[in-house]
């Protein structure tokens, strides 16, 4: 694969630096069976400038603090939902208690309360911060929307948020078929469907953003 991809490379190259356009070089290589994707990277690879040979795009490259502030947006953010959900969930539990709940249940939900509110105050302020600080740097240098550690973990993102999806349908169809369907349960179905759509609805967009913008 990785030489199939530099003889891409080098042909795009040698094509170009003969005169030859985009256009043509792109159905060229989709004449001969390259995938699309493949052909538009290795052409997007090279600026459309006036000039006797080729001129390269920058490229993008990985920064051990580019890592850290993709990795630290993408925890506070996993933590600030994951929590705000269990906070909403204990306060759902706590408006429409269980009758077959033990008498010492209200002591365990109080301090779950307590550890979720806690978790959200620190981290969505911490994930509001790094974000705005990184869509400056996008702003100022647009190349760095191909981060691969930010594509990575931005997809993760998408497929953890589309297992909640998935997962949050299957259970309340399981409770719909089986008539155990409560308005407790549909609250917490509610609240986990919601968060885990923003998030995903949310990145999706931006990357549908990016593409178009590419």
């Known amino acids: ?8 490379e080098l042909f795009v ?3 170009l630096a003969r005169g030859a356009p985009k256009p043509a070089i792109e159905a060229a290589l989709a004449a001969a069976g390259w995938p699309p994707e493949q052909v538009r990277s ?3 690879a090279y600026a459309d400038v006036d000039f006797p040979v080729p001129v390269p795009k920058p490229r993008p490259y990985l920064s051990a603090r580019e890592a ?3 990795l630290l947006l993408f925890a506070t953010l996993y933590i600030a939902a994951w929590h705000l959900g269990s906070l909403l969930f204990d306060l759902i539990e706590r408006a429409l208690p269980d009758p077959a709940d033990p008498p010492y249940a209200g002591a365990g939900l109080a301090h779950s309360i307590r550890w979720s509110t806690a978790s959200v105050i620190i981290a969505f302020p911490v994930f509001l911060f790094v974000a ?4 400056r ?5 647009p190349v760095k929307r191909l981060s691969p550690v930010r ?5 993760l993102t998408l497929f953890l948020a589309a297992g909640v999806l998935i997962g949050d349908m299957i259970t309340l169809v399981y409770n719909l078929l089986g008539g155990e369907l409560t308005l407790r349960f549909a609250l917490k179905v509610l609240v986990a469907g919601a968060i885990a759509g923003t ?3 949310y990145y999706l967009a931006d990357l549908r953003r990016e593409e178009k913008e590419a």
């Not at 694969?1 to 891409?8: E, N, P, R, V």
């Not at 740097?137 to 240098?141: D, G, P, S, T, V």
């Not at 594509?151 to 997809?155: E, G, P, S």
Request: glycine fraction near 12%.
């Open 42 to 44: 290795a052409l997007g």
């Open 1 to 8: 694969m990785a030489a199939g991809t530099q003889d891409l």
């Open 13 to 15: 190259r040698e094509a």
């Open 132 to 135: 705005r600080h990184l869509g």
């Open 137 to 141: 740097e996008l702003a100022r240098n």
């Open 68 to 70: 850290f502030l993709y």
């Open 199 to 201: 998030v995903f609805g």
């Open 151 to 155: 594509r990575w973990l931005t997809y």
